[in-house]
């Protein structure tokens, strides 16, 4: 988090703490990690946090659970998989 946060400039950081949440997890299929991933909270959106987030190898979460997973491009693309 911290390492996004240094990308950030102070204003996206001071909305980042004072109005909005970002979420970093991991993803794993059968104990084997795959995939870094972040999420904001009522999926908002910055240009300069998706790059940040690209540079740091993670990629966007898609919250939309109707969706499988489409894509193997680990690249900083949105990643939309289902949750079932």
Known sequence: MLHLFERLTPNIVKNLTRNKEIAIGWV???GEVF???YTANGNWTNEDLELA???LGLTRWDPRPELKRESEDRGGRRCRASLD
Do not use: H, T
Request: proline share 0%; net charge neutral; charged share 45%.
């Open 53 to 55: 987030a690209k540079q």
């Open 28 to 30: 794993s299929e059968q």
């Open 35 to 37: 995939e870094k991933l």
